[in-house]
């Protein structure tokens, strides 16, 4: 358009033939030319966004009805996980879910029209890197908002950066609340895992009533298996139970034999494990060579690491926001189109289903905020928005910014299928004394 | 023999040799002379493939040997007894011979006798760890070593180097017998003058890295002015 | 009493499994002059050739075999396409060998994906000693790995080939002199390293979740163990193993695991800072 602009300043008369003729050459008519008109003015002007998305359907179609390519100005979004490390695997799936998403939003009109561009980043399990991977995303690549994070010590990174520039920071993945100092009340901090009242206060008297409540732990070093522990010793005061002892390993052991013996001399009903990634497996694996027999609960059991290894992971008992066991449609389409893109005998595991529902949410309070990218339009619209997710009908806290989710007690199969034994709906998330709306 | 034909050579990016021209014929006994730090071991190295050749040639027999590796120079007959003597200190005096097989071609799989006729002490010492010997008997093992190879031309660098005189008198006198009777050519590099006399027929002196006298043994013998002179003591 | 059994036991697993690895890498770093930053890859080798072979139906015990036989031959393809290049440059081998090291990971990664992926173990059950219950498997493992070790110094120290690596070892100059094919051995010795690496890996994929990058957990102890065990002894470094993994369990049953880790690195470095020459000092040379 621009073009033929200059070409109608230097010689109007061979501009407008031109016009002509390829108006004639392509058979358009001119209502065809004038319906394409405002998009591509939308295109040239920002200023322009707010009035283009006006009244428009979450869903932009063409005239033949199918949903159409998204083509307007690009929304900047950024994942940052564990792709490499011992995380890896979560976080591969966790990108998979976000990806899923992100694919699915574009190819049905994306938001408001706008694609959604994803610029995707790798902490490796390493606070140093999450801060300059953070800043990059912010600073380089201008993203609106940041999707991701599974290790706590990474969100308290990303923390440090993402909120001075203004930028919102949806965190995927369960974690310690406000436990062990953890940062859990943050205007740019949205959660779309679960927090401890939320995965553990269900299942601890769960357990109390099926299991028992003597418990030994084994955790990894670091805040979210520390932060664990004190939320269930404050609420194993309550059920009169009691921690008998707790061993943290570093990130990346591979050889637990050391706390076996402590497990034989504990006589505990439960062994609680808050290892994560490999970690997990490694103990999983000398568990049952040591020839262990306590009830194992662990955090961060999910289908994926069930399915792989039946062997070692059977009878493990575990609380998640998302199992793929729910039955449901919507879960039931999840499953389907994850494993189109993914593999038939791959699984989304609850991290991913909440970088899948970041993104779902981010769109609902964009559009909601009439295509504003700006965070303090949209924020606020999140309270607002519900988004009917696999894992049920879910929203934000408006206090909190945490995800009001569903929690499912599941239990690994001989089969390495985790069978889910109980839920609760909408578990409304509790941090003490945050009020951010 | 063994040809050196304008050799340039040195250390990392430090010239050392600087167009040095001699040669060993078969059966040869050549001293070479020169004060400490003019490029007598620099020479040796290079010769020996340790250290590489810049520009020049070196040729064994009708060989040229500039680019082969240590290991081949020493499969076509150059033996070599460093300076420092170069043991396996922790192998014992027959295992550090064996060693001395594996520069035999065709390759053979005992130490010949006569090596323990020449130097008897080696017999008495065959598993007696190396490193635990006194000089003159390493001096005797680096020597039988190289030996072992079948070299047809034998370098040795200051052998005398820490041993008593009598013992240098005599292992020059059996390394001198030895040539002679199985046509060796040897080239010695020496700082002791009456040692090197002893033994060789011809003198070559090595000053600055070049060379700056050639003469027959007996010439030195007869105006020994010339050594203090080329050497200046 | 049933401390000490545990501490023990618990010790000798782990050494066990480290001085192997420390023992490829002393290897390598003895007669080749460099450090092979890619040892810790060549341990996942190990562990996904049994992962692999174990799921084809062979019995595991064969498998450990074909693992370290995969590793060798992995590691002289390597020497002597990539490595003896390196061998007169140490600080370009260690960039060279970390970055080879990144392409094994990634290639890994490709052909296996980046879950952990385990192996059943052979032997079952456990033996009640001290009123402690410790699994058989682990046992036979510290035995396999003794028998690894032993069975490595004796072919160094026995035969014709290990003459030639000792002598290399003492003076390499001296060897090419002699008329030793320095190269060959150095290809033979850089696969019997890799090829350790590998039986470590091959004796780990039981006990711990296989993945790519599991070598990083035996890497950093082991070169430290190198250290410490000097340059001129090859059981020097399975000697270092046997400290950094004595002292890792002592220190982490007495404080955290996370110190055992943490402390044991430190103490190395006050270790290597005070006997520079290593645990095992050279008996000087007598010179006349």
């Known amino acids: ?437 | 023999m063994l040809n050196i034909e304008n050799v340039v050579s040195g250390y990392g990016k430090i010239k050392v040799l600087d167009e040095v021209s001699f040669s060993v014929g078969a059966g040869e006994r050549v001293v070479l002379l020169g004060r400490n730090g003019m490029g007598k071991t620099t020479l040796a190295k290079t010769v020996v493939g340790l250290l590489p050749l810049w520009s020049g040639s070196l040729s064994l027999e009708s060989n040229t040997i500039n680019d082969w590796p240590p290991y081949r120079r020493t499969w076509d007959g150059i033996g070599y007894v460093p300076q420092g003597r170069g043991l396996f200190p922790k192998l014992t005096v027959e295992e550090n011979l064996r060693m001395g097989l594996y520069g035999t071609r065709p390759r053979t799989n005992s130490i010949a006798d006569e090596i323990f006729d020449y130097f008897p002490v080696l017999g008495e010492r065959r598993n007696q760890a190396a490193g635990t010997l006194s000089g003159g008997e390493q001096q005797q093992l680096s020597i039988g070593r190289a030996l072992v190879g079948k070299p047809s031309v034998l370098i040795l660098d200051e052998p005398s180097e820490g041993i008593q005189p009598n013992l240098v008198a005599s292992i020059a006198d059996r390394l001198k017998s030895l040539a002679v009777d199985t046509g060796l050519a040897v080239l010695l590099i020496e700082q002791n003058i009456d040692a090197a006399l002893r033994f060789a027929e011809r003198c070559v002196f090595i000053d600055n890295g070049t060379v700056v006298h050639a003469c027959s043994a007996e010439d030195l013998k007869q105006d020994e002015s010339l050594v203090g002179q080329l050497l200046g003591v | 009493m049933d401390l000490l059994f545990s501490l023990l036991l618990d010790g000798a697993f782990l050494i066990s499994i480290l001085g192997l690895v420390a023992l490829g890498l002393g290897v390598i770093n003895n007669l080749l002059g460099i450090t092979n930053m890619a040892h810790g890859e060549f341990i996942a080798v190990g562990a996904y050739t049994v992962v692999v072979l174990t799921d084809q139906g062979l019995p595991y015990w064969v498998t450990l075999f074909i693992a370290a036989l995969v590793g060798m031959a992995l590691g002289v393809l390597l020497e002597s396409t990539l490595i003896r290049r390196l061998t007169d440059r140490p600080l370009d081998a260690i960039l060279v060998t970390l970055g080879l090291g990144l392409v094994m990971q990634q290639v890994l990664k490709e052909m296996f994906g980046s879950t952990p992926r385990s192996v059943v173990s052979p032997v079952s059950g456990t033996f009640d000693v001290a009123g402690l219950s410790y699994p058989l498997f682990r046992i036979t493992i510290i035995v396999a790995a003794v028998a690894a070790v032993a069975a490595t110094f004796l072919f160094f120290t026995k035969s014709s080939f290990g003459l030639v690596v000792q002598s290399i070892f003492q003076n390499r100059e001296s060897a090419l002199t002699n008329g030793v094919n320095a190269g060959k051995y150095n290809r033979l010795a850089f696969g019997i390293g890799t090829g350790l690496a590998a039986l470590a890996g091959s004796l780990l994929a039981p006990n711990a979740a296989v993945l790519p990058t599991m070598g990083a957990f035996y890497l950093a102890p082991a070169f430290v163990a190198v250290i410490l065990g000097g340059s001129k002894r090859l059981m020097g470094a399975v000697a270092g193993a046997a400290f950094m993994g004595g002292l890792e369990v002592v220190i982490g049953e007495s404080f955290t695991r996370t110190w055992g880790r943490a402390g044991v690195l430190v103490l190395a470095i006050i270790v290597i800072r005070m006997w520079p020459e290593g645990l095992l000092r050279e008996p000087k040379a007598r010179v006349a």
């Open chain 1, 1 to 437: 358009m621009s073009k033929s602009n200059n070409n109608s300043i230097e010689d109007p008369r061979e501009s407008n033939k031109l016009g002509r003729r390829l108006v004639l050459k392509t058979g358009l008519g001119f209502g065809a030319a004038a319906a394409l008109a405002p998009v591509l003015a939308a295109c040239s002007s920002d200023a322009a966004d707010e009035t283009s998305n006006t009244g428009s359907n979450d869903t932009a179609t063409s005239p033949d009805g199918t949903p159409a390519e998204a083509t307007g100005d690009p929304i900047k979004v950024g994942y940052i996980g564990d792709l490499t490390g011992v995380l890896a695997q979560q976080g591969q799936i966790q990108l998979n879910c976000f990806e899923l998403a992100v694919k699915q939003i574009n190819e049905s009109g994306g938001i408001g029209g706008r694609p959604i561009e994803a610029v995707t980043e790798d902490t490796a399990s390493d606070s140093a890197q999450a801060i300059e991977k953070s800043t990059k995303l912010a600073l380089e690549d201008e993203v609106v908002t940041v999707i991701g994070g599974i290790t706590s010590s990474v969100r308290e990174a990303a923390l440090t950066v993402l909120p001075n520039e203004k930028i919102p920071f949806f965190y995927t993945t369960f974690y310690e609340g406000a436990a062990a100092g953890a940062t859990a009340c943050d205007e740019y901090l949205i959660a779309t895992g679960q927090i401890p009242n939320q995965q553990v206060a269900p299942l601890v008297p769960y357990l109390s009533e099926n299991v028992g409540k003597k418990y030994i732990v084994v955790g990894n070093d670091y805040i979210w298996p520390r932060g664990m522990t004190e939320v269930l010793e404050e609420l194993l005061v309550e059920e009169g139970g009691e921690v008998v002892s707790s061993t943290y390993f570093p990130l990346g052991t591979t050889d637990f034999g050391p706390f076996f013996k402590e497990l034989a001399d504990a006589d505990a009903d439960i062994c609680w494990v808050t290892l994560v990634g490999s970690d997990q497996d490694t103990f999983l694996q000398q568990y049952k060579q040591f020839g262990a027999t306590t009830q194992i609960v662990s955090l961060s059991m999910n289908d994926d690491i069930a399915a792989t290894n039946p062997e070692i992971s059977e009878g493990v008992i575990t609380v998640q926001n998302y199992l793929a066991g729910i039955e449901s449609g919507n879960n039931t389409k999840f499953l389907e189109e994850y494993r189109a893109e993914n593999g038939a005998d791959t699984f989304p595991i609850a991290i991913g289903e909440g970088a899948y529902n970041s993104v779902y949410l981010f769109k609902g309070a964009v559009e909601a905020a009439d295509g504003s990218t700006d965070p303090t339009d949209w924020i606020p619209k999140l309270s607002g928005v519900s988004f009917d997710s696999p894992s049920g009908s879910i929203g934000i806290d408006a206090d909190t910014q945490h995800a009001i989710t569903n929690s499912y007690i599941g239990k690994v199969g001989a089969d390495g299928v985790i069978e889910i034994l109980d839920e609760e709906k909408a578990v409304v998330p509790v941090v003490e004394g945050c009020i951010l709306s």
